[in-house]
Nanobody, 114 residues
Framework: VQLQASGGGLVQTGGSLRLSCAAP????????MGWSRQAPGKQRELVAH???????NYGDSVKGRFIISRDNAQNAVFLQMNSLKPEDTAEYYC?????????WGQGTQVTVSS
């Protein structure tokens, strides 16, 4: 399954961005969809994920600031990022669990200036 991510960019501290990720044309059910991120020199970390039932889970560093949502009909997942901080600067990757297969999208860069 090909996942296509978009929405990254440059924003000032305190600003907002919305990331999108979709698998156009896929007819397979995606049990879990989510986002992780990786900053230079750091390990990849969980940002948030959401199940097909709508249950969500967030990384501690983004709780209360980021909101994950999805559109099951379009096999799409969204990440609304508010109150952005310089430490949120990273490459953001979307992923989807389809059966036992984990698919990753290409990264989208988010840069938060201080």
């Amino acid at each position: 399954v090909q996942l296509q991510a978009s929405g990254g960019g440059l924003v000032q501290t305190g600003g907002s961005l919305r990331l999108s990720c979709a698998a156009p044309g896929s007819k397979r059910s995606m049990i879990v969809m989510g986002w992780s991120r990786q900053a230079p020199g750091k390990q990849r970390e969980l940002v948030a994920h959401i199940t097909d039932d709508g249950d969500t889970n967030y990384g501690d560093s983004v709780k209360g600031r980021f909101i994950i949502s999805r559109d099951n009909a379009q096999n799409a997942v969204f990440l609304q990022m508010n109150s952005l901080k310089p430490e949120d600067t990273a490459e953001y990757y979307c992923y989807a669990l389809i059966g036992q297969d984990l698919s990753w999208g290409q990264g989208t860069q988010v840069t938060v200036s201080s």
